[in-house]
T-cell receptor, first 115, second 112 residues
Framework: KAGVTQTPRYLIKTRGQQVTLSCSPI?????VSWYQQTPGQGLQFLFE???????NKGNFPGRFSGRQFSNSRSEMNVSTLELGDSALYLC??????????????FGEGSRLTVL | AQSVTQLGSHVSVSEGALVLLRCNYS??????LFWYVQYPNQGLQLLLK??????LVKGINGFEAEFKKSETSFHLTKPSAHMSDAAEYFC??????????FGKGTLLTVNP
């Protein structure tokens, strides 16, 4: 069974640009979450989607947005990039059959560098 | 609100020695607790999870953790460290809000 696939793995942008990251969950998983990982702040929750609906959102500015498609694939977008957005962005998928937080399966991440 | 505190950002042990990584949590609801491991340039991999079935949880690669409600702790242990255990370990708590709250992580170094 294929794991969670994130693209691109590495990318470099300049301040003010925007970026779109893509995530393909494990087949059959309908929940997709996104986390930002930085050395200073650690792992921070961005948002979670289930069946194309955002069910929870972390404490990030409106420049960070996401969406989920009918095939459960997800994208996140960061507009007007700032230096502080440099991070590893991790996508995770889950069966999420109940209301509780289930086991998350993580992709290898997209490492964004903002110059 | 939920939170996780991992005591010790860096733990160093000798190969064959006991590994003990500490995690304390705060949760207003019965928690779901997890330990994840991250190797360099990779995502997170689940080691084990506690979902109230048993207080002693066994995971992969010989790791286990014990849930102690009175101490609000979920420490990770392994009797004998191996060089391949060198990685960063994250404790996380989940509830009914579709997200995990992670600790800051503990970097485990294993010395030959």
């Amino acid at each position: 069974k294929a794991g969670v696939t994130q693209t691109p793995r590495y990318l470099i942008k300049t301040r003010g640009q925007q970026v779109t990251l893509s995530c393909s969950p494990i087949s059959g998983h309908r929940s997709v979450s996104w986390y930002q990982q930085t050395p200073g702040q650690g792992l921070q929750f961005l948002f979670e989607y289930f069946s194309e609906t955002q069910r929870n959102k972390g404490n990030f500015p409106g420049r960070f947005s996401g969406r989920q498609f009918s095939n459960s694939r997800s994208e996140m977008n960061v507009s007007t990039l700032e230096l502080g957005d440099s991070a590893l962005y991790l996508c995770a998928s889950s069966l999420q059959t109940g209301s509780d937080t289930g086991e998350l399966f993580f992709g290898e991440g997209s490492r964004l560098t903002v110059l | 609100a939920q939170s996780v505190t991992q005591l010790g950002s860096h733990v160093s042990v000798s190969e064959g020695a006991l590994v003990l990584l500490r995690c304390n949590y705060s949760s207003s609801v019965p928690p779901y607790l997890f330990w994840y491991v991250q190797y360099p340039n990779q995502g997170l991999q689940l080691l084990l999870k506690y979902t109230s079935a048993a207080t002693l949880v066994k995971g992969i690669n010989g790791f286990e953790a014990e849930f102690k409600k009175s101490e609000t702790s979920f420490h990770l242990t392994k009797p004998s460290a191996h060089m391949s255990d060198a990685a960063e370990y994250f404790c996380a708590v989940g509830g009914s809000n579709y997200k995990l709250t992670f600790g800051k992580g503990t970097l485990l170094t294993v010395n030959p």
